[in-house]
């Protein structure tokens, strides 16, 4: 029996091979581990512009004391509970719809649905923000439909102006979703579901019995990515609203402009605040994964 060598520890040292990845890891040091340990560093001093100082956790201590902090964080919590479960419902749904096979115009369809998500960030907030305008084309059609008899103040008040955020961001990012949800539903058997039909099963219990669970891995993966998404909402908040009215929308990641750009620079109180975005998406990644672990077993 033929014996198969082990590859010796010195191969680890072979110059070849770390010559082919020399480029990749300086670019990668240059671009990403050294930016995360400036941030870290920059994270425990303060002060105004490069005139900082040293104070350790002083920052973390101004995080609970800072009420634009807790607001920009309450914000961004709504947006998270509220617009996530919305998005991954409708992109489920949406996929479901555009699977059936016998489905006329299936192309144009799912083109048409998932062209919002190639749009440019900042003209499709500009967009938006003229179509909720006191005087813009959403007011027009809702009272010429006789739906309203007055024009809804949509970003200057602040539960419509939540409600503007909540419509683009879910408007630009459901058909990024079903993409994924429509490409595994197309992997699936499609024996089952006509088994399931031909028992009699309704077409809702094959959605809930059979397509939700196949789908477990691909809900749980567009879950976190769009908890992080939310979590780094940036644009939206800026074009659409500018954090108002009166600190309505004003986000996590809007704060660390201001932060940075707007008020009296704080670099190192900017970078705190960023790995507090950090720790709740490492946070809330764990928690989704152990959901779906246990619900495993």
């Known amino acids: 029996m033929r014996q198969v060598s082990k590859p010796s520890s010195s191969r680890f040292f072979d110059i070849n091979g770390w010559a082919f990845v020399s480029v990749a890891m300086a670019l990668i040091s240059v671009f990403m581990l050294y930016p995360i340990g400036k941030s870290l560093w920059m994270s425990v001093q303060s002060g105004q512009g490069t005139m900082t100082k040293f104070v350790g956790l002083g920052n973390v201590q101004r995080l609970v004391d800072d009420p634009m902090f807790l607001r920009a964080l309450t914000n961004t919590s709504i947006f998270l509970v509220v617009q996530v479960p919305i998005m991954i419902v409708l992109a489920l749904v949406m996929a479901s719809c555009l699977n059936i096979p016998n489905l006329k115009g299936r192309g144009l369809l799912r083109t048409a649905v998932f062209l919002p998500c190639v749009t440019s960030l900042v003209a499709y907030s500009v967009l938006f923000k003229s179509m909720f305008s006191y005087d813009g084309v959403v007011n027009s059609t809702l009272m010429g439909l006789g739906l309203i008899s007055e024009a809804v103040p949509w970003l200057t008040d602040p539960f419509w102006a939540r409600v503007v955020v909540i419509v683009a961001i879910t408007w630009r990012w459901t058909g990024y979703n079903m993409i994924f949800y429509l490409a595994a539903m197309q992997n699936v058997d499609k024996s089952i579901y006509e088994a399931a039909r031909i028992d009699g099963i309704s077409a809702t219990r094959r959605f809930l019995s059979i397509t939700i669970p196949v789908l477990k891995p691909v809900i749980l ?20 609203t500018n954090g108002g009215p009166a600190d309505s929308t004003l986000t996590l990641s809007l704060y660390i402009y201001n932060l940075s750009f707007k008020y009296v620079p704080n670099f190192g109180y900017a970078a705190t605040v960023s790995y507090v975005i950090v720790v709740l998406v490492a946070i809330l990644a764990f928690i989704q994964f152990y959901a779906a672990r246990e619900r495993d077993q």
């Open 221 to 240: 993966f567009t879950t976190v990515t769009s908890t992080i998404g939310t979590l780094q909402m940036f644009d939206e908040a800026m074009n659409i």
